[in-house]
């Protein structure tokens, strides 16, 4: 099975205006995601989609692989597919990493490969078991409830499944919550496919692309994670995410 990873980096952000150039410890965010996809040996290819010339000038001057794409795509899937086209890739599966992720573990995207083993998946995603009310709760933190193969039934910003007769405070210890963490692979047969399929209604109605694949049948497989991943949205992200981070280098 040949993989390729894709990062797709805009520079254009409304909560963050040049993200992915922002600097983390001296390297800057794209950077420390590109380096962390090149420890993965499974991994054919890594490579930045980006429609930015100062991101892609970054990439390639760190030694990386940059592919430059149209500015008009509305998903981070049409922007990596471009880049499959394009390049005209030769691999089987394609993960799809987020450029905001500057501490994503190699195992995290390796339980991503895992899941192909599994035929009937087509595409595959983590998730992450809740510990806290706060992200149960939290709107901004999609859940997903899963099959008993693993296989992803739903995706809701709210907390799902709703325990009827029981207070909100004690859901937590009476069943197993996922949060879904936004890291997907494709089979390339299938990203072919879903870059065709308009928004479903499902979708539009919670702001979540991957309700469009579910609506139109595509089983998506999932992996667990117990790792703390860091997604930066906004300049607070950043600030919260140094500090982690110095303290897991230097010590606390």
């Not at 590109?34 to 991994?43: A, D, H």
């Not at 692989?65 to 049409?78: V, Y």
């Not at 450029?99 to 895992?114: C, K, L, R, T, W």
Request: some cysteine; aromatic content about 8%; hydrophobic content about 40%.
């Amino acid at each position: 099975m040949k993989i390729a990873a894709i990062i797709p980096a805009r520079y254009a952000s409304t909560r963050f205006p040049g993200k992915p150039l922002a600097d983390i410890a001296g390297k800057t965010m794209i950077q420390r995601v590109y380096e962390q996809c090149k420890q993965i040996n499974e991994l054919a290819y890594v490579i930045v989609a980006t429609d930015d010339e100062r991101i892609y000038q970054n990439v390639i001057q760190f030694g990386g692989e940059a592919c430059m794409t149209s500015s008009q795509h509305l998903t981070g899937t049409d922007r990596i597919w471009e880049v499959v086209e394009k390049l005209n890739l030769a691999v089987d599966v394609i993960i799809n990493v987020q450029g905001d992720e500057p501490f994503i573990q190699p195992s995290q995207i390796q339980n991503i490969i895992a899941c192909f083993q599994d035929a009937n998946a087509a595409i595959a995603t983590l998730v992450k078991p809740i510990e806290q009310n706060e992200v149960l709760f939290n709107v901004n933190a999609p859940k997903v409830v899963l099959d008993e193969a693993h296989f992803a039934l739903y995706f809701s910003r709210q907390a799902i499944p709703f325990l009827r007769n029981e207070p909100t405070e004690n859901w937590l210890n009476k069943h197993i919550y996922y949060q879904h963490i936004g890291i997907y692979g494709f089979r390339k047969d299938v990203l072919q496919k879903l870059v065709k399929l308009a928004p479903s209604k499902l979708e539009q109605a919670e702001s979540l692309e991957q309700l469009r694949w579910l609506a139109a049948g595509y089983k998506i497989k999932t992996a667990t994670t117990h790792e703390t991943t860091i997604a930066i949205d906004t300049p607070e992200d950043l600030e919260r995410a140094l500090k982690i981070y110095n303290q897991n280098t230097h010590g606390n």
